[in-house]
């Protein structure tokens, strides 16, 4: 199977600046954490559907932005699917006062970091993900 990230839209798309720019460097997110890339599709969903798929396939009964679904193996080339709700990336972005733009990259490299291995169930585990997450929106913005 040839190397792929591929963007689904089931809600209305919405203006995706750079979307070749994004999936080079997601690819080179994977490389840099000795991850390699089989294929990744990013479905951008609704706050409805992603809960929907919440309940139905983790048995949460909660709203969330991203839900990332592994098919491959650790030490595997990376196969997945990650679920981002574009309604609950706006009203974060509002509430940390950031941008849009700003805070849907910062969800897709999360949801990348757990491929590579990264959790965020403990307060040492959720600073080791903000830092990668940082670290790779500071590279991808330059700031």
Do not use: W
Not at 25 to 54: G, K, P
Not at 57 to 85: C, K, Q, R, W
Not at 100 to 120: I, K, M, S
């Amino acid at each position: 199977m040839q190397q792929s990230i591929r963007f689904f839209y089931q809600s209305a798309p919405f203006a995706f600046a750079h979307r070749n720019r994004l999936k080079q460097f997601l690819a080179r997110l994977l490389r840099r954490e000795e991850q390699q890339l089989q294929e990744v599709r990013i479905i951008f969903c609704s706050d409805r559907q992603l809960l929907d798929i919440n309940r139905t396939h983790l048995n949460h009964d909660y709203y969330t932005d991203i839900i990332t679904f592994p098919f491959s193996e650790p030490g595997e080339p990376v196969e997945a699917e990650l679920y981002i709700s574009v309604d609950r990336i706006r009203d974060n972005a509002a509430a940390a006062g950031t941008s849009f733009r700003r805070e849907l990259h910062r969800v897709l490299f999360h949801g990348l970091l757990h491929l590579c291995g990264y959790n965020d169930k403990s307060s040492q585990q959720i600073k080791q993900m903000r830092e990668r997450e940082e670290h790779y929106l500071r590279l991808y913005f330059g700031r």
